[in-house]
């Protein structure tokens, strides 16, 4: 007996939400995307991000919009059309849809008639999801990662200490805030179970980026200065010592996160000359720790990477080559967990692994659909609604669906 897929409806572009979004294809549920219509006179039409990259698939598939949206269906509705509107209703009814999702501006939430008054008044079991720059309180407030980055205190926190201001590499709140979706709707989903009564979730990126500093903010109330908070390149600023040094033939980082750690360290014959009195707790190595640095990278620097983290690890010593992004994928346990899609024209394309391993993922061999071409399931989707053939013509020369 065939078990019934959940059914996610998203008005979704750049990343947080795709990626959201995402995970719940790695859990097999349905997800169909909903792209507007094409504006005159915009050369590009869609999700922005669809153009942004290298050329991967025709003219709206770059290399930027394929990973977060492979296993997806794309529809181009205009939702600000009142027939497109009453297009999008009946979708939701006719597919059983158990999810609606947008991160258009809150703003604009009401003139698109996808504001959760009215899609839970006509869909009282839908569970509505809102993602924006700063939640439903802020409805005008556009944002993008780097700009919460730096509105949060995370570029304050990340660089070189006598450097400027620097963002993370990896796009982290974008990415925190789509987690949230993930874990927000299953929870909604898990609340409708016992009340049969969908919910409005309210995202905000600045929120979802401020509740992962739980190792600065409160310091601060607790006696930290906030330069001792602030930016410090590498180095941790509890744990002495934490930091990347320099070997003969790269970098090798290096983390002590307690004293027995240390104290493990210094009886390896490399590191015996670090074992000095004023080194034997972690608050007397933070009070000498620009000395510690400096003779720890001396000791580093005369031997190759492989010799240091051969060191390391006989006294389970946490540490890691800093492996450059090219090699990343073919790491066992990344290659080993990977997903892939395949391009039109053949190429396989690996993706990052699942946060954990799905048995969905695995029945399909971990591989994906490629992400969809713009639109490309519009009259499928519009079918199976009931709409057919000579309506669907109708609404393609009202600019209502594309």
């Not at 908070?229 to 600023?237: E, S």
């Not at 720890?296 to 390391?312: D, E």
């Not at 954990?356 to 199976?384: I, K, N, Q, W």
């Amino acid at each position: 007996m065939s078990t019934r897929r959940p059914v996610v409806f998203s008005l979704e572009q750049a990343l947080s939400l795709p990626y959201g979004t995402l995970r719940f294809v790695h859990l097999g549920w349905r997800v169909i995307r909903i792209e507007p219509t094409p504006v005159p006179g915009r050369q590009s039409w869609g999700d922005p991000n669809r153009h942004i990259g290298r050329q991967v698939a025709g003219e709206d598939r770059h290399s930027y919009f394929v990973a977060p949206n492979v296993g997806k269906e794309a529809i181009a509705l205009n939702l600000k059309s009142p027939r497109g509107r009453e297009i999008l209703h009946r979708l939701l009814r006719q597919l059983d849809a158990d999810v609606f999702c947008t991160n258009t501006m809150p703003a604009h939430h009401r003139a698109l008639g996808i504001d959760h008054s009215t899609m839970l008044e006509r869909h009282p079991e839908l569970i509505w999801c809102s993602v924006s720059a700063m939640g439903l309180d802020h409805p005008d407030v556009p944002g993008y990662d780097p700009v919460i980055q730096a509105m949060c205190g995370f570029m304050d926190l990340t660089g070189d200490r006598s450097g400027p201001p620097t963002q993370c590499g990896p796009p982290v709140t974008d990415l925190k805030a789509g987690d949230e979706v993930f874990a927000q709707v299953l929870a909604a989903m898990l609340e409708r179970h016992t009340t049969g009564r969908g919910t409005a979730i309210d995202i905000s990126l600045a929120c979802a980026a401020a509740s992962w500093l739980h190792t600065f903010t409160p310091l601060l109330d607790m006696g930290s200065p906030p330069e001792e908070l602030r930016r410090n390149g590498n180095r941790h600023r509890q744990f002495i010592p934490v930091d990347s040094y320099p070997t003969a033939d790269g970098f090798i980082y290096l983390a002590i996160g307690s004293d027995a750690q240390w104290h493990r360290l210094v009886k390896v014959p490399m590191f015996a000359s670090l074992d000095e009195e004023r080194f034997t707790t972690n608050e007397r190595r933070r009070a000498h720790q620009d000395d510690l640095h400096e003779l720890i990278a001396a000791i580093t620097s005369r031997h190759p990477s492989a010799r240091v983290a051969a060191a390391l690890e006989d006294v389970a010593i946490p540490h890691s080559p800093i492996t450059p992004i090219e090699r990343v994928a073919d790491m066992t346990f990344v290659r080993n967990a990977a997903l892939r899609t395949i391009a039109p024209d053949g190429r396989v394309v690996r993706l990052p692994p699942s946060a954990v391993r799905v048995p969905h993922l695995e029945e399909l061999g971990r591989t994906l659909p490629f992400a969809p071409a713009y639109g490309e399931h519009t009259d499928a989707v519009l079918g199976e609604a009931g709409i057919g053939n000579a309506e669907i013509g109708e609404l393609r020369r009202e600019g209502v669906v594309a």
